[in-house]
């Protein structure tokens, strides 16, 4: 008998002890940027990486990163956490045969989380394709971001019976309304062998209203030649700068009112403007393609700062984005080297060697 | 020896029980005063009266089921006498003969029971049994295991044969998966709380059995008793620590008692948990960034678990008729580890089987002629994919729910149109960056393989037996009728449209027939013992199926057997000719394995017709003491028509199957076998044997079958080689003692304990050059390293108030030896090899030599030399790839199971 209950407190103790579990992967992400600091790379991409977008509350941040890994060249949208660290998810449009470039880019986020993007896709039947075979704006959400409307195929024939080859500067100003700035895009070659390049234009600004089933285009007055658009804090709102242009303009669509918000003469070509806040942030300077000087103006006092000088060469920046609550700045950089050329004391020409762009991010003072 | 010679010629003049089911029971019933007969008492077998005694005062009672059954006999004028407990095997006779007394007298009873399969010479076959007492007592778990213990049994392959050459029948109803026999599991498991016992012919079964060419494995399920008992178990590794809980998890519930009237029930439900069904014990990782040396036996996604329910009734329908009812459920779910899923493994494959079997057996018995009519319905479902989404476990490895597959729909509906597109759910996969090495290589995640298999049969089978007893001959004959449906399903790289590198998605749906007669006679000479029978089977694969040519293939089975008595041994000759239909996965287009080779191929032949098997065999039995046996068996069996595939035509990739392939299997059983008696028993069996296969004959024009209307067959080469389980020498020790209840200290008393030794050579495999495309030496040349495993189960009984049980500790591989059990082809060791593991690295090196940022997950800070936030080049990428090729390369299943131990706790109620 005592060996049976002695059986039975067995019993009842080897039903409660646990197995082990077996082996897992560890976790070997990391968080925060390799160098932390007030001004810190977040990307170290041996391709490009491009259009940073703050996703709502500042959960994240989603930008167009080049696939490295990826032999047909693809650009996928890429979530890194908002104070940097490891990729947490990828976004593609990617075939297993990898026997097309697709490319997803300009990811902008609205208040409630839906998200709006442009896709690309070209096929490499015949080689490395120059231009995308089929463009699209479309609308999807950050759950489900491959089941998409499309809003817009591209090109398309805009109200001012221009034709829009691709699209930049996405912003939302309201639940069912966008605003981009539409553009003519030449892939120019500098002799019959080269490369061709690819050369985007700022033609004007669209807004886009896909309240009904059919959206709706329309164009913004005065922004012919437009480069770049921002929304301002309600929906009525934008900003804008156009080619050639020192001027950021302001524009009121209730009162149909342009005025100059801010002019950075005598520096030439203000471009990739946003305004969060009392800060507008813009680039001005260098070449178009490859970034420019950094400007952050603080509206009330006027004063024009940069960002700190980073450690190894000379940024060239793209696309601020300032984080919804005003702290952080995201922004696309490379670093650059100019070499000049002389002849005896005569400067003749002057080349400019650039990586990759990355994403860095600026903790605003 | 005039004693046993009498009990040997009354059971020479009884009537044999050559089936494999069924014993006897005969005897004599005398008075006690004068020793004379008693003519025309009756004599009943568990409560039904079933024969007289003749003038001689001899009775038989023919086919009775194996199992423990009460005799009695009654006469006027005499009292009644009973003899309780007594026990009939299958294939046996068992005596018991009465004394008895006149009615007024009151004197003690006086009963004999004797059997002797040994010395038996009505016993023609090549039976080695296990009880399902001794499987309780055994360190075995399974039904498998303990037919595994059978001399000439290596695993599942009998004699030399591959998997599948074995027919399964369940108390006398023939069960077999004839779709993938030789790839795949039966289907249904036989729970051993439900078993009488188990035996394994090897050769001269009769005639009555069919569908095997190397061993009949015979299964005897018990009747309800006349009272109500049962037991409960529970057994576990949970309490041993470390790598020694491998997390297993089992309970069985048995119950069995009457329903009145008569009829019994016997229930019982056997549920088995692992966390991992397959563990092995290969070495630890060198890296130490592995995470597999945190436990390094306890491998993810590579838990099972097993459902197995039994029911059986039984019912007396008034007079001679009995019928069964017997039904059987059986659920097997794997996850199934995959190294390229080591650190994804949610789109790692998983696997279900399920099997019904449903069958009903009427039987009437009288003196001279038994009739036993059954009908069986078989089920078996086969599943192999990825997972909608990983089972949570809730006791262990146990999820209690059914598994769901992406794509079952599709494969179920064999909808090949619908599946002609990617399938919905299934993501192509990519290389993973959760690998502690990052670097895109070998490691998979983001998607399944995209593999997804289906396939069910079924079978309908009716079988109708008689057996007529005479003086000195006795008549079997009967036949068996079964029709089939063979379903299957089968798609590659799912997430992919079919395409020019994506082969379209193949399916099949056709019904063969299959059917059989026999008739067999067994007459008994004054000291010997005369077994003829001639089998005729036929299949037809049925109309329905593409490009089938041949209709009903035919084969005549003559079966022979002579034993007798020489010098106190019995000695028996046997000859017999098997054969069995081929796996119907063979007639359709598939991927699966095949007979001798392990080439690729890919089209199916319709027109296959049987594999066949002629055994000659001398066997050997005495009793050197009254409680030691010896058996000594030698046989020589000649495999004919084996499927094997064959290229076709000149893509090295494209191959048929056919009946193609030759074997010879030769070899000799010893035997020695001490049962527990005076409290030890000791069981040896050796076996030499030498298998060999070969691609031709000297009839090969004559035989071979005629595959391909192109005929551009490329006949295979003339060569000879070791077939695939040619194991040489293998010796299985089973020791057995128990503790009497008087002697030593308390705690000892009553302990019982069971140890099996298995020693046996290494099998043959096949060694090519590292590019695999050049054998070296014939097919099989080569040798795999020797395998020793010891087994032990130490019992306790215990009582728990009124309760009986037990403790037990059932530990598999005592020594925790690291038995080789496969080998790479390549290198003939489990491992690449360092120099083609350097070689692997530099190969993905070269495929992926883009550099990795600080901000992809694939980044590795201790791996990035300069810490520019890069790894870049071949200086900091390189041995990266080099620690995940090494990783990836562990030969893990190449290796046994480690030491396992479960606790085991039991009551009989």
Redesign the interface.
Known sequence: ?R??????W??A???A????A?????D???EG???PGPFA??????ETDRTPAWMPAAAGILYSAGR??RADGDHCL?Q?PPG????RRWICR?T??DDSINVLDEPAFAADGRLAYVRATAPLTFGRPIAPLAQELVLATLDAPQTVRVLRSIPYTAPSNRVHQGISHLQWLSPTRLAYVGEAVDYPRACSSCVPDTVRTGLEIITLDFGGATPILAIVPGTDSATSVAAGATGDTIYFTRNGDSRVFQYVFSSSRLDTVYDFAPLQNARDVQVRGNHLFAVLGGRAELGGDLHIVNLVTGTDSGPPLAAGGTLWYQRPTPSPDGQHLVVQARMVDIVLHFNGEILISADTFATASDLWLYRLP | VTRRLAVLLLALSAAPAAAQTNGSVVGRVRQREGNTPIVGAQVGLDGRWLALTDTAGYYRIREVRSGWHLVTVRAIGFETLRRDSVLVRAGQVSLVNFTVDVYTIDRPIVVEAYADSILDPAQVATVQRISGEELRRFPVTTLDEAVALSAGAVGESYRGGRLGQQAFVLDGLGVKNQLDASTGPLGVRIPPDILTEASLVTNGFSARYGQALSGLINVVTRDGGDRWTGRAAFESDRPFWGSADLGLDRSVVSVDGPLGGGAGLVAVLDAEGRLDADPVNAPPPTDSRDPRNGNPTLLPHNSGERYDAALKLRAPLGGPHTLRLFGLRSVDQRLLYDAAYKYDDRWAPARRVTGDLLSAHLQRATNKVTADLRVGYFTREFLRGPLTEQPPYRFGALTGRTFRFVGEDVARAQDTVAAAGPITGLAAPDFTDRSPWGVPAFFLGSGPRGDLAWNRYRELRGQLDFSVGGPTTDVYFGGEVSRQRVRTFQRVLGYLPVGDSVPPPTASDFSPTSAAAYVEGQAHGRDFVVTAGLRYDQFDPGTNLPGARLGARRSINPRFGFSTVLKGATVVVSWGRFSQAPDFQYLVDAAFDDTLRTGRFRRGNPNLGFEDATQYEFSLRARPTPNTTVRVNVFNKVLDGLVASVPLGLDADSTIFGNLDFGNVKGAEVILDRPLVDFWGVRIAYTLQSATGTATNAFDLLRRIRLDPAGDTIDPARVEFPLDYDRRHSVTLIGQGRVPDSVGPRPFRGLEAATIVRFSSGLPFTMTNMTGDTLIGLPNSHRLPPLLTVDMLLRRPVRVGRWRGSLYVDARNLLNRRNIESVRRDTGEPDLGEQEVAAMAERAYQAHPEGIPYESRRYRSFADANGDGLIVGHDELYPLFLAAARDFAQPLFSYGPPRTLRLGIELIF
Do not use: K, Q
């Open positions: 008998m060996a049976g209950r002695a059986a039975l067995l019993a103790a080897v039903v002890c646990e197995h082990p077996p082996f897992r992967a560890g070997y992400g990391s940027p390799l160098a790379r977040l990307t170290y991409n041996a490295a890994d890429a890194l940097g660290g490891s990729i990617t297993a045969s």
